[in-house]
T-cell receptor, first 114, second 115 residues
């Protein structure tokens, strides 16, 4: 069974640009969550999508957005990049996103903003 | 406001001995707790979980203990192996399980197991 796949694995952008990251969940998983990991703040929840709808959202500015497609694949977008957006962005999938459903994480997309 | 805290940034143990990783939480609404392990250049990997209706859960070499009154949980690894060397994250959620994808993570503890 293939795991959670995130692309690209590494990318470098400059301030003011925007970036789109992609996540393919485990087959059959319908819930996709996104997390940001930084040395100072640790792992922080961004948002969760289920059946193409955002069900939950963390405390991030509106520059961070996402969407989910009918095949459960998800993308997240960060507009007007700031230096502080440099981080590892992790995607996680689960069957339902609720109850005793364990989140399975991808390897992440490492974003560097110069 | 850090709702999940792992106060030990690092822990070093000898192979074959017990590793004990600790985690404290402040949010009394948390009722589902998980431990994840992370190797460099990989995503976190699920290890073990526990619901607040239990005080202990075992899975092979891994045991998680929950003390609700103290808002404290711990992960015991017995015996420790060099392959266990990784960063360990404690995580918590509300609603009896993974609450719509949202887990609140601690800062992590780097475990090093020496041969």
């Amino acid at each position: 069974k293939a795991g959670v796949t995130q692309t690209p694995r590494y990318l470098i952008k400059t301030r003011g640009q925007q970036v789109t990251l992609s996540c393919s969940p485990i087959s059959g998983h319908r819930s996709v969550s996104w997390y940001q990991q930084t040395p100072g703040q640790g792992l922080q929840f961004l948002f969760e999508y289920f059946s193409e709808t955002q069900r939950n959202k963390g405390n991030f500015p509106g520059r961070f957005s996402g969407r989910q497609f009918s095949n459960s694949r998800s993308e997240m977008n960060v507009s007007t990049l700031e230096l502080g957006d440099s981080a590892l962005y992790l995607c996680a999938s689960s069957y339902a996103g609720t109850g005793a459903n364990v989140l399975t994480f991808g390897a992440g997309s490492r974003l560097t903003v110069l | 406001d850090q709702q999940v805290k792992q106060n030990s940034p690092s822990l070093s143990v000898q192979e074959g001995r017990i590793s004990i990783l600790n985690c404290d939480y402040t949010n009394s609404m948390f009722d589902y707790f998980l431990w994840y392990k992370k190797y460099p250049a990989e995503g976190p990997t699920f290890l073990i979980s526990i619901s607040s209706i239990k005080d202990k859960n075992e899975d092979g070499r891994f045991t998680v203990f929950l003390n609700k009154s103290a808002k404290h949980l711990s992960l015991h690894i017995v015996p420790s192996q060099p392959g266990d060397s990784a960063v360990y994250f404690c995580a918590a959620s509300e609603g009896g399980g993974t609450s719509y994808g949202k887990l609140t993570f601690g800062q992590g503890t780097i475990l090093t197991v020496h041969p």
